[in-house]
């Protein structure tokens, strides 16, 4: 069975609840947040990890993900908790880590195109960052170089107009012709080479409508993701007030029972003081 590394043993993780797999969720003391914190299955054990107590670093978290082979979800979790804390380097780092470890489970590269859109985002916040800090164009081009690679993956890459290779293949040996054939044979080749790249443009055309058609579609998803969020954030508050409200009665309760316990040994000291001078006083 795997352990964890050392580094993992030293990190401060102060935000953890474990409980086995066949207990019910604790959804009712403590209320869990999809947007901070993800559950992990470790020896038998599902641990709760609260990402707020994530450091810059995220070596700790990509070796706990990789441990317990957690799900894609933990991972873009973790990359976004960290992408929103304003620090893309720790989310490319986890979604690197996430590519990686899938890749050579042997998932295909088509069910990785969320992460991969992902990563682009955290290249370009990783290119605006370094224009900001005045580094070398190199690296800001590297960025911006590494976003298309990762958007190629996505949505693949556009093949090449061909109109002026054919125009090159037919100029040369229609210069040779020296009558009226050669004329008309220009004109031929003309009309041959410009069909291609009509066609060309009608694809691209249509490449560039289907394009259009998913980032409407995405647009829609991330509409309805928001109004979830936001649904998800208001139970999470409700849930949280009811959580304290409980406790409150709790600690109320407790006090109550300290009280009479306090009155029922008082009671029994008294009826055992007066038992002991009954009997002294028959004596």
Known sequence: MQS??????????????????????????FPISCETRISMNLCGE?????????????????ELLKITKSERANYLVAAAFYRRSGNPSGAKAVLTSMVEEFTAQG????????????LSGCELDLAKFA?????????ISGHYAAAQTCLQKVFGKAEPLRAQVHVKENIQPQLRQEDCAASKNRTESRVATTSPSVREIKKMEREIQSLRDRNAHQESQISRLRSTKRKLEDDCAYERNL????????DDMEKDRDA??????????????QVSERCKAEE
Do not use: C
């Open 243 to 250: 959580r304290r409200k409980y406790q409150r009665q709790l």
């Open 46 to 62: 599902v641990i709760t990890y609260d990402l707020q107590g994530l450091e810059s670093d995220a070596r700790v978290i990509t």
């Open 4 to 29: 964890l590394p050392s580094s993992v043993h030293q990190e401060r993780i102060t935000r953890l609840w474990v409980s086995s797999v066949g207990d019910s969720p604790p959804s009712a003391t």
């Open 260 to 273: 009479a316990r306090r009155m029922e040994k008082f009671a029994l000291d008294q009826v055992k003081r």
């Open 131 to 139: 224009k900001a800090e005045n580094k070398v164009s190199s690296v």
């Open 107 to 118: 998932v295909p590269a088509e069910q990785l195109k969320p992460a991969f859109l992902f």
